[in-house]
């Protein structure tokens, strides 16, 4: 973790839903050898939710940067980081357990996943 993780420093909201999207990326870490032997079949339902909110995580960690626009081929996008705490904080309470995995990708905002998943439904 980062020195600078710190409630007086990033305040209490961002403090707060930082550490819970690193507990969800912690707990999924430590499901995988479990899920490599015996299958996600074998998991809890708890522990499922889990890994299917990591995964969801892990890909709206991958947001468009400029910077990555050569290699992506995705415009890179410029969001609030307000906006991306309150999607985050979302994610992580399950709000958006219902959308698929691939919706979280190479997008900017919460609601640029839900578009996103909007259309691949009616594909």
């Not at 339902?45 to 940067?65: G, H, M, T």
Request: glycine share 6%; no cysteine.
């Amino acid at each position: 973790t980062s020195r600078i993780l710190d409630p007086k420093i990033i305040g209490e909201t961002h403090y707060g839903v930082a550490r819970d999207v690193q507990g969800i990326l912690q707990k999924y870490k430590d499901l995988q050898d479990i899920i490599a032997i015996l299958g996600m079949e074998e998991l809890s339902e708890n522990d499922k939710i889990i890994v299917n909110r990591a995964r969801r995580i892990q890909r709206f960690l991958s947001q468009p940067f400029f910077v990555a626009e050569e290699f992506t081929g995705t415009q890179g996008r410029y969001v609030h980081l307000e906006d991306t705490i309150k999607d985050f904080k979302a994610i992580v309470a399950g709000e958006y357990d219902d959308l698929p995995e691939q919706a979280f990708y190479m997008v900017g905002t919460i609601e640029e996943a839900v578009q996103k998943a909007q259309k691949m439904k009616s594909k």
